[in-house]
């Protein structure tokens, strides 16, 4: 006889592991990964990465994050890694040429 566990019913999953489907900034979804010196290395979860290029997408994450903070980006479609600029718009992150 082999033990079967019940299945959790989709209600009863946390609301704050719960995603719902947004192209908007979403506070909940930014978390620390690093932090030392002033500066902070963020994760977001975006449904979709080219959302977190918009113009401006992170000016609301200006309570907690700070121009020249980086984060990295994952979601369904991809991931990226850049830093947020003074307007608040995810900027790539680019290799460093030699010189």
Avoid: C, K
Avoid at 57 to 79: H, I, K, L, N, Y
């Amino acid at each position: 006889m082999s033990a079967t566990l019940p299945r959790r019913a989709p209600d009863s999953v946390p609301h704050h592991l719960r995603f719902e489907p947004t192209i908007n900034f979403a506070l909940r979804r930014l978390s620390t990964l690093a932090y030392a010196n002033g500066y902070t290395h963020w994760h977001y979860y975006a449904d979709d990465a080219a959302d977190a290029r918009r113009d401006g997408f992170f000016r609301d994450a200006f309570q907690v994050a700070f121009p020249g903070d980086t984060v990295m980006v994952t979601s369904r479609t991809g991931a990226m890694m850049g830093w947020i600029d003074a307007e608040g718009t995810l900027q790539p992150m680019l290799p460093v040429e030699d010189r």
